[in-house]
């Protein structure tokens, strides 16, 4: 069983920065690959980005450039680098891992385990 924690949310300015973290429980953590999903408000959770236990990256279309996934395995610690946020940003972010290697990280059914999301609004 892994519990993940995310935090780093918050109220931001758009063309502004955050980082958020996702803290995993337990001892294979190294082993995982690790996603971040959004859920902007009355709409579907959509993949975010992705981080394989080789450190090979995924990530969205309308992502790539502004956002970088990124672990450091002796935290046990996954981060999602958010630059030049605008307010299409606005949603509450999951982290999810899942103890193997997928062939689609942008698919949320594959994840086992998820955090209990942190929200992040982008508004002047």
């Known amino acids: 069983q892994v519990h993940l924690v995310e935090s780093g949310g918050g109220l931001v300015q758009p063309g502004g920065s955050l980082r958020l973290s996702c803290a995993a429980s337990g001892d294979t953590f190294s082993t995982y690959t690790m996603g971040w999903f959004r859920q902007p408000p009355g709409k579907e959770r959509r993949f975010v980005a992705a981080i394989t236990r080789r450190y090979s990256t995924n990530y969205a279309d309308s992502m790539k450039g502004r956002f970088t996934i990124s672990r450091d395995n002796a935290k046990n610690t996954v981060y999602l680098q958010m630059n030049s946020l605008k307010p299409e940003d606005t949603a509450t972010y999951y982290c999810?891992?899942?103890?193997?290697?997928?062939?689609?990280?942008?698919?949320?059914?594959?994840?086992?385990?998820w955090g209990q999301g942190t929200q992040v609004t982008v508004s002047s």
């Open positions: 999810a891992a899942v103890s193997a290697t997928i062939r689609d990280p942008s698919q949320q059914s594959l994840y086992d385990y």
